[in-house]
């Protein structure tokens, strides 16, 4: 873990009882690294110098170091082996939109008033009562109340099948540049500057994705809607997270100690 150069004037001055505020810190950086005649770099000030100026500036020859992949394997050796990587990733799946639950708490929607009153009549105990709410009221509504509400004034069959499309091309568990990537590639491809344009909203189930845990939405609730208006046979939401092993470093960069 690199040390601040705090610590180190700190230890200076425990380690030999001098005055380590007129100290001069220099980082001596291995060979190759960032240029093949690595420079001296000055704290503080950030200059750089030669080594053979700082050898003349203390008296003394610098010892020389190795470059950085042999510093590298030195660093391994000595720690017991390189350190595993892991990272948490979002599992996207494509799942039936009839399987979507339907919303709990359709703050946005231009029909909420509607909402609002079917949940005022029944007695809400559980998650059930809530998902009952939902289905009454997505089952009450008309195809002309449906498109008042911003959140279906979009081809969502073609985003949902755009979605199923990136998914099973891209994998369940890839990064999310892979995603917005193979999305932007695609059938809608080109229109993202437009604003509220079909690209926009395909692109926001991957970069702000529908999230379904234990039945219920924890976010999404309102695309997760117009999902389930599509038509659509399947659309891509995020169902849960996985721990993914990262490949080994193929480079390593010797940051030194400050």
């Not at 500036?57 to 590298?72: F, K, S, T, V, Y």
């Amino acid at each position: 873990m690199p040390i601040n150069e705090p610590d180190i004037r700190i230890r200076i001055r425990n380690l030999f009882g001098i005055d380590y505020h007129s100290l001069t810190l220099y980082r001596i950086l291995p060979r190759g690294y960032p240029l093949p005649e690595a420079p001296v770099i000055l704290d503080k000030r950030g200059a750089n110098v030669s080594r053979e100026e700082l050898a003349a500036l203390i008296g003394l020859q610098l010892p020389g170091l190795p470059d950085n992949q042999e510093l590298r394997a030195k660093v391994i050796e000595l720690t017991g082996g390189a350190e595993e990587r892991y990272e948490t990733r979002r599992v996207f799946e494509a799942v039936p939109v009839s399987d979507l639950p339907p919303p709990h708490n359709p703050y946005q929607c231009a029909n909420r008033a509607r909402f609002e009153d079917i949940r005022r009549r029944r007695i809400i105990h559980d998650r059930r009562d809530q998902q009952e709410v939902g289905r009454q009221f997505t089952d009450s509504l008309t195809a002309d109340e449906v498109a008042t509400c911003r959140y279906h004034r979009a081809d969502w069959e073609t985003i949902a099948n755009e979605s199923v499309r990136v998914v099973e091309a891209v994998g369940r568990l890839k990064t999310r540049n892979d995603y917005l990537s193979e999305a932007r590639r695609g059938a809608l491809g080109g229109q993202e500057e437009k604003l509220g344009s079909d690209l926009r909203w395909l692109v926001s189930l991957f970069e702000k994705p529908v999230i379904i845990s234990g039945g219920v939405y924890t976010d999404g609730q309102h695309r997760g809607c117009a999902l389930r208006f599509s038509g659509a046979p399947r659309a891509a939401v995020v169902t849960g997270s996985a721990r993914v092993a990262l490949p080994a470093l193929n480079d390593w960069r010797y940051e030194g100690a400050g």
